[in-house]
């Protein structure tokens, strides 16, 4: 089935360093693809999505772009800030055979920025 | 203001009992689904509508009960059958018209049995 796998956390930057938080995923057909951050204690906000192959999404100084050919969706930001700490989940939304749909989620990449 | 709202933000439940917990939206979105969240890990979907009346077993729904009487509510049963009732519980919302497949969360609901 669907599925997502994102890089293992947690991870530590300074601030100003740069972030990539790598991202896969393995699906049929075209899903559209999400970055989600989840601040503490807080649901989720939809940071970022793409929906077709060569999209880039971007938001906050954040991007990723839908590769298809490495079937990859990473998030990077060239300068972090404190205020980025959270966790980053990557998800594809999934047209089940009911015609129903839902989002799958990554497993979530926590990052701590520190001054 | 258009929004999700859960309530309560934290519950504390004794073993043995049932619980419900709330979820509401303003936005006239279509679907809404229920995810569990532990601690270190990913969403797991419990249930999820997509119309008033009609309602869908996710991955995890053993212990678990919805209703959707009304388009703006879909209120969660965590009942005793539930095991391991002690997470972070999240509610979303989807607009199915238009073609678009953004879900959007509300705040969550901590609860932990005692």
């Known amino acids: 089935g669907n599925s997502v796998t994102q890089m293992e956390g947690p991870v530590t930057l300074s601030e100003e360093a740069f972030l990539t938080i790598n991202c896969t995923y393995t699906?049929?057909?075209?899903?559209?693809l999400f970055w989600y951050v989840q601040y503490p204690g807080e649901g989720l906000q939809l940071l970022l999505k793409?929906?077709?192959?060569?999209d880039k999404g971007s938001n906050k100084g954040f991007e990723a772009t839908y590769r298809k050919e490495t079937t990859s969706f990473h998030l990077e930001k060239g300068s972090v800030q404190v205020s980025d700490s959270a966790v980053y989940f990557c998800a594809l939304s999934d047209i089940l055979k009911t015609s129903y749909d839902k989002v799958i989620f990554g497993p979530g990449t926590s990052l701590s920025v520190i001054p | 203001d258009g929004g999700i709202t859960q309530s309560p933000k934290y519950l504390f439940r004794k073993e043995g009992q049932n619980v419900t917990l709330s979820c509401e939206q303003n936005?006239?979105?279509?679907?809404m689904y229920w995810y569990r969240q532990d601690p270190g890990q990913g969403l797991r979907l419990i249930y999820y509508s997509q119309i008033v009346n009609d309602f869908q077993k996710g991955d995890i729904a053993e212990g678990y009960s919805v209703s959707r009487e009304k388009k703006e509510s879909f209120p969660l049963t965590v009942t005793s059958a539930q095991k391991n009732p002690t997470a972070f519980y999240l509610c979303a919302s989807k607009l199915l018209a238009g073609g678009t497949d953004t879900q959007y969360f509300g705040p969550g609901t901590r609860l932990t049995v005692l």
């Open positions: 793409a929906t077709k192959a060569d």
């Open positions: 936005l006239n979105h279509d679907a």
């Open positions: 699906a049929t057909g075209y899903p559209s």
